[in-house]
């Protein structure tokens, strides 16, 4: 997790809606609810980690709570979205977690933003977690290299200005937002 309230605040006077891959403990959402936004969509694979979640931000009528693979629920998840939203794309397969469920993507990057890709707002901004691990792609990740998740960026939008803030490490998470956002 190398999002903070920081990292979020710039993008919140764009955006109301967050939307988020990789719930995990909910450390997201809590930076999301600290910076302001007003909508919090998040997708979470694991049982036990979503249900923390769920109890954690139980009552909060910001937070939507999803359990399912990202790879499967993010078209749906966003298929209601009237508005650009920020997308913090974080999923991926955790060694050492257990599951119910062992068939999930192990890192469903490449078709979370062929989903994003498929809504018809072509300016969200998009976030990319652990671009340290993409610059060399790592077999339990499906080995996915940067170049083919900037490939699948500018696919959505052609115009979309890429560059690196710093995260977990220096220039460690990718945005892609329009131009002139």
């Given amino acids: 997790m190398s999002l903070s309230v920081a990292a979020l605040k710039p993008f919140v006077s764009k ?3 967050f939307v988020e891959t990789g719930t995990n403990k909910g450390d997201g959402v809590q930076c999301a609810l600290d ?6 969509v998040s997708i979470e694979f694991y049982p036990k980690t979503f249900e923390l979640c769920c109890n954690r931000f139980k009552g909060n009528p910001k937070v939507t709570l999803l359990q399912n693979d990202s790879a499967i629920g993010l078209k749906t ?3 209601n979205l009237s508005e650009p939203a920020l997308f913090w794309l974080d999923a991926h397969f955790m060694s050492g977690m257990e599951t119910d469920k062992p068939s999930c993507t192990p890192c469903p ?3 979370e933003l062929a989903a994003i890709g498929e809504h018809p707002i072509k300016t969200h901004t998009i976030l990319v977690d652990d671009v340290r691990i993409f610059r060399e792609g790592i077999a339990l990740w499906n080995g996915i290299k940067l170049d ?3 490939a699948a ?3 959505i939008n052609p115009e979309y200005v890429v560059r690196y803030i710093n995260g977990y490490a220096p220039n460690d998470i990718l945005v892609a937002e329009a131009k002139n956002a």
Avoid: E, P
């Fill in 15 to 17: 955006h109301r809606v």
């Fill in 35 to 40: 910076a302001g936004f007003q909508t919090i």
């Fill in 77 to 79: 998840a966003i298929a």
């Fill in 109 to 111: 990057v490449l078709a």
């Fill in 148 to 150: 083919s998740i900037v």
């Fill in 153 to 155: 960026v500018m696919k």
